[in-house]
């Protein structure tokens, strides 16, 4: 079943579409992720989608209700995590999740019930009382994720959700979705972190100038533009990069106190550089493989268009 | 859609503008303390019989109290951003725009009605139209808190750019409406008044109060009625372009 569905969704802002002819699907349990640059025109399309902004043209339906036409019904669907993920300052921590819990029609007992549970999940039972103009960027993204939740949403759309959050608070959010997620709720997730799309979305669009330029799990569009990976190999002694020129190599690049080789038969390139090493008298230090990646993927796509 | 979720949401509204807004700063200087200091200024030291004067003070004190918390809500929210995070909440629109009429509309009501209490207790002021009296408080309180939410509904982040163009709208309306200066010294100007809604107010807390009125209840109330119905319908119909220009 398709619980975000959007037809031919347009919208601009001038001569130039800030968005055109986005079509996209995500079905029910996905966490879904959309790709792009800044300006790409991700939040554009995640406020066409929650009702914050009205389309030129084209349709989105939230379970199936279109979000023009009932928008009071598609809303109580969904729980929103704006970019910047900003809540009522002059209000408390907790005043702030049971307004949000009230405005989506939870009777009282759920939705203090459901306040104290996620204050306490989400590391904030001890400041509930405190206003949220109190609050570091971290903490007001917790509440904000909170308001979101606080009614188990079907659908959950989150913009651009770690931005500018330390690493335990972003860790506090990619849980957060991932236990939403197995919970039930769909996720549409707004992010240019390629490898933050990478380690949670089972699907992904990429959105560039506006347009939909990929739309495929993760995996498939890594291997679909890039098939080559590289190596990365470091030696106790100070050597010249032509020194690693074997079959299979296309180039050979220095990264720090490292080489990045290029190849595209990463056993046979693994095995040649240990013979190399050993015919050079190298002390290897370190050696990692990586595969091909998303955000080479992302690149080539984007500048390609 | 839902009448019942339509209601909820306008009542969501009305109250996170009520724990919010009523105590900042603005509200207080503008709403309360303004219309008291003119009042002052105007009264003290000049022979005027106080029971006369009190239907135009009580006009002023609705006019300013009701108006004053509709132009800081959505540019303040706007600043904040915390509108898109209320837009993507199940509102409309016009929960949002009633939710804010309403708020203030409560605001200048109850401000005023402890205003005509007190003068009441102290002045003993006559009383000889009670049901006038409370259409002229609800009237009122829905007519101004509508222009307060047409003020606010222009495009900006900067309350205290809306904050400004609303005394500019406001004030020039306390002087063409028959409180401070007669209508009769207007002279030339005299069709002014008939232009401002706050006229047909202080008329009808005049016919209420004293029982002479100008116009006639009805013809006040319809004025103050139609006058809501543009206030609101105006800052719906701008709310509604910002949400299709994103602004």
Redesign the interface.
């Given at each position: 079943m398709d619980v975000i569905e959007t037809r031919n969704l347009y919208?601009s802002?001038g001569p130039v579409p800030a968005v055109a002819d986005v079509s996209i699907t995500v079905k029910k349990g996905e966490i879904f992720g959309f790709l792009g640059q800044n300006g790409a025109g991700k939040t554009?399309t995640i406020?066409m989608l929650?009702?914050?902004?009205?389309p030129d043209s084209g349709t989105a339906r939230i379970c199936g209700i279109d979000i023009q036409q009932?928008?009071?019904?598609a809303?109580?669907h969904?729980g929103?995590i704006?970019?910047?993920g900003?809540?009522?300052?002059?209000?408390t921590a907790e005043?702030n999740i049971l307004?949000?819990a009230?405005?989506?029609?939870m009777d009282r007992a759920s939705r203090e019930e459901k306040a104290r549970e996620i204050l306490i999940r989400l590391g904030l039972e001890s400041r509930k009382d405190d206003l949220v103009r109190t609050f570091s960027k971290g903490m007001r993204q917790r509440i904000?994720i909170a308001?979101a939740i606080v009614h188990s949403p079907p659908v959950l759309?989150l913009d651009e959700p770690t931005t500018g959050l330390d690493v335990i608070s972003r860790r506090l959010v990619i849980d957060t979705v991932r236990r939403m997620n197995r919970e039930g709720s769909t996720v549409l997730i707004t992010t240019h972190n390629i490898e933050e799309a990478n380690a949670l979305c089972s699907a992904i669009s990429i959105i560039h100038k506006g347009r939909i330029i990929a739309s495929d799990s993760p995996e498939r569009i890594r291997t679909q533009y890039d098939t080559s990976g590289f190596i990365e190999i470091s030696f106790e002694q100070k050597i010249q990069g032509r020194t690693l020129m074997a079959g299979g190599i296309s180039r050979v690049e220095p990264i720090g106190d490292k080489w990045r080789v290029y190849t595209d038969d990463a056993d046979r390139t693994v095995k040649d550089l240990a013979k190399i090493a050993e015919q050079n008298h190298l002390k290897i230090v370190s050696v990692a493989t990586s595969t091909p990646s998303l955000e080479q993927a992302f690149i080539e796509m984007t500048e390609a268009t | 859609?839902?009448p019942r979720?339509?209601i909820?949401?306008v009542l969501?509204v009305t109250?996170?503008n009520m724990?919010?807004y009523y105590y900042k700063g603005s509200v207080v200087i503008f709403g309360l303390l303004f219309p008291f200091i003119m009042f002052l200024t105007f009264f003290i030291g000049r022979n005027l019989d106080l029971v006369l004067f009190f239907p135009g003070f009580l006009g002023m004190m609705l006019f300013f109290s009701a108006s004053s918390t509709g132009p800081l809500i959505t540019p303040w929210e706007k600043r904040?951003?915390?509108y898109?995070?209320l837009?993507?909440?199940?509102?409309?629109i016009e929960s949002i725009i009633l939710g804010d009429i309403l708020s203030g509309a409560v605001f200048g009501f109850v401000i005023t009605s402890l205003v005509w209490l007190a003068g009441s207790f102290i002045l003993h002021l006559p009383l000889e139209n009670p049901v006038v009296l409370i259409a002229a408080f609800f009237l009122g309180s829905l007519a101004f808190a509508s222009l307060g939410t047409l003020l606010s509904s222009p495009a900006t982040n900067t309350p205290s750019n809306i904050m400004m163009f609303s005394n500019l709208v406001r004030l020039p309306l306390i002087f063409v409406s028959g409180i401070f200066i007669p209508l009769s010294q207007l002279g030339e100007w005299a069709w002014t008044n008939m232009l401002s809604p706050l006229t047909y107010l202080v008329d009808l807390f005049h016919t209420a109060i004293t029982g002479d009125g100008v116009y006639s209840p009805i013809l006040d109330s319809a004025v103050l009625i139609i006058v809501i119905l543009i206030f609101a319908t105006g800052a719906k119909v701008i709310q509604?372009h910002n949400?299709?220009?994103?602004r």
């Open positions: 919208k802002f554009t406020r929650t009702g914050v902004l009205i009932d928008p009071l019904e809303k109580r969904m929103v704006p970019e910047n900003t809540v009522y300052a002059d209000l005043k307004w949000t009230k405005c989506y029609g904000s308001c759309f | 859609m839902d979720c339509f909820w949401s969501m109250e996170k724990r919010i904040e951003k915390t898109e995070r837009v993507s909440l199940p509102v409309v509604q949400l299709h220009s994103g």
